[in-house]
């Protein structure tokens, strides 16, 4: 999955710089993290070295609450910017707020934990099929308000287009609906995460949008600009590059 560099309390709010296979494929195995997340866990100086979580750990990020209360912290952050932003909006500006969808807009944690914190391909892509991941809800809210203060909602996923359906109805089932795009990578594109995002953004600012927020759970959601702020919610859980 996908690469953290960060505390996982950390969401990144910086203005921007300027403007392969199924998901699985891209999957790192779980509980693949840096062992700032691990100082921080223990109560500790973090460090920025590589390094990983136990099992056990990554069970009690989760099971106590601390996952949760970092996600609301995060998604707070995010809502205050598009609040402020919307308001400060110029006449004719086409603003969009692009979200990311496996752990952003819904959590797979049941499926996470039921295997055991191991990536079997086919278990991952039946519970895909499932559509029952459930929404990470106060990140459901950051994208009803967006909805509500007339932004473009723009779903970006490096899933593959043949799984749009399955996508769709998981969507649905979340509670996500209204949004203007849901962009996913085609099926035979050999293009990384980083790279298959940043470039639809650039091509959704070049058709004249204005992107003012990226949120997403992973570095490679975020990179590459074209935004005009990144939110980084935690997971502690996979790295997608």
């Not at 069970?59 to 932003?85: F, H, M, P, T, V």
């Not at 990536?119 to 099929?129: F, K, L, M, Q, S």
């Amino acid at each position: 999955m996908r690469r953290r560099s960060r505390d996982v309390a950390d969401e990144v709010t910086r203005p921007a710089p300027g403007l392969g296979s199924t998901r699985p494929r891209h999957l790192v195995r779980y509980g693949i993290l840096v062992a700032v997340v691990a100082a921080v866990l223990a109560g500790c100086a973090a460090t920025s070295a590589p390094g990983s979580l136990s099992k056990p750990e990554l069970r009690r990020y989760y099971e106590s609450g601390r996952y949760q209360s970092d996600l609301a912290a995060a998604a707070a952050r995010a809502g205050s910017w598009l609040a402020e932003r919307a308001a400060h909006r110029i006449p004719g500006e086409q603003l969009a707020v692009v979200f990311d969808i496996d752990e952003t807009l819904i959590s797979n944690w049941p499926e996470i934990v039921g295997a055991d914190f191991e990536y079997v391909p086919a278990v991952w892509e039946a519970w895909e099929a499932e559509a029952r991941a459930p929404a990470l809800e106060p990140v459901r809210a950051v994208y009803l308000q967006a909805r509500r203060l007339g932004l473009e909602v723009i779903v970006l996923s490096d899933r593959r287009e043949h799984e749009r359906s399955i996508t769709e109805r998981g969507l649905r089932s979340a509670g996500y609906e209204g949004y203007a795009a849901l962009i996913l990578k085609p099926d035979d594109s050999r293009a990384t995460a980083e790279t298959f995002k940043s470039a639809q953004r650039r091509r959704l600012a070049a058709e004249g949008r204005t992107i003012i927020a990226n949120v997403g759970d992973q570095e490679s959601d975020l990179a590459g600009g074209s935004a005009e702020r990144t939110f980084k919610l935690p997971n502690p859980f996979y790295l997608t590059r």
